[in-house]
């Protein structure tokens, strides 16, 4: 079974630029999360879909982040303009609907905007 | 939201010492995982353990989830076993992280 894959691996922008991470959770788990680790510091969640529906967005930071689910498949997080403050690491994770389900995480994509 | 703390936040040991990690937590949970992040960034999945205990080589984790609490246990350390340790855990709430456990494991 392929894990939960994240793409681009790296991504370095300048301030202003846009930038879309993609996630391709393990197939047949209605769960998709986005989480992000910045400078070193917790992990702190950012939103939650259910297949496509987003169950909660109360970690987003602010309207610069722009996430989607197409089709309850593959997800987007979209930074558009990026900051400097943006950089860090993006994680995703997914698991199967319900309780007694772990969370199965990408490498993640760590952005570094300058 | 549910709290996670996570004990000690630093920890300095020589190869093979054996440590104790912590993670408390405020509220029942139905989900609890430990994860290792590498030195490279990567979260590893260690322990799905929302109760009792299991192990994995050097590695073991006790869950008793009436006292709220859980331990990950590591023997005769390793320098691999450097990098941060975290608990998640997941109860009425989206799953939440601990701050994390820095280990730094010298030769």
């Known amino acids: 079974e392929a894990g939960v894959t994240q793409f681009p691996s790296h991504s370095v922008i300048e301030k202003g630029q846009t930038v879309t991470l993609r996630c391709d959770p393990i197939?047949?788990?209605?769960?998709l999360y986005w989480y992000r680790r910045v400078m070193g510091k917790e992990i702190k969640f950012l939103l939650h879909?259910?297949?496509?529906?987003?169950?909660?967005e109360s970690g987003m930071p602010n309207n610069r982040f722009l996430a989607e689910r197409t089709g309850g498949t593959y997800s987007t997080l979209k930074v558009q303009p990026a900051e400097l403050e943006d950089s860090g690491v993006y994680f995703c994770a997914s698991s199967q609907f319900g309780d007694n389900s772990p969370l199965h995480f990408g490498n993640g994509t760590r952005l570094t905007v300058t | 939201g549910i709290q996670v703390e996570q004990s000690p936040p630093d920890l300095i040991l020589q190869e093979g010492a054996n440590s104790t990690l912590r993670c408390n937590f405020s509220?029942?949970?139905?989900?609890l995982q430990w994860f290792h992040q590498n030195p490279w960034g990567q979260l590893i999945n260690l322990f799905y353990i929302p109760s009792g205990t299991k192990q994995n080589g050097r590695l073991s984790a006790t869950t008793v989830a009436t006292e709220r609490y859980s331990l990950l246990y590591i023997s005769s350390s390793q320098t691999t076993d450097s990098g941060v340790y975290f608990c998640a855990v997941e109860g009425s709430y989206i799953p939440t992280f601990g701050r994390g456990t820095s280990l730094i494991v010298h030769p």
């Open positions: 509220d029942s949970v139905n989900n």
């Open positions: 197939s047949g788990h209605d769960n």
């Open positions: 879909f259910v297949k496509e529906s987003k169950q909660d």
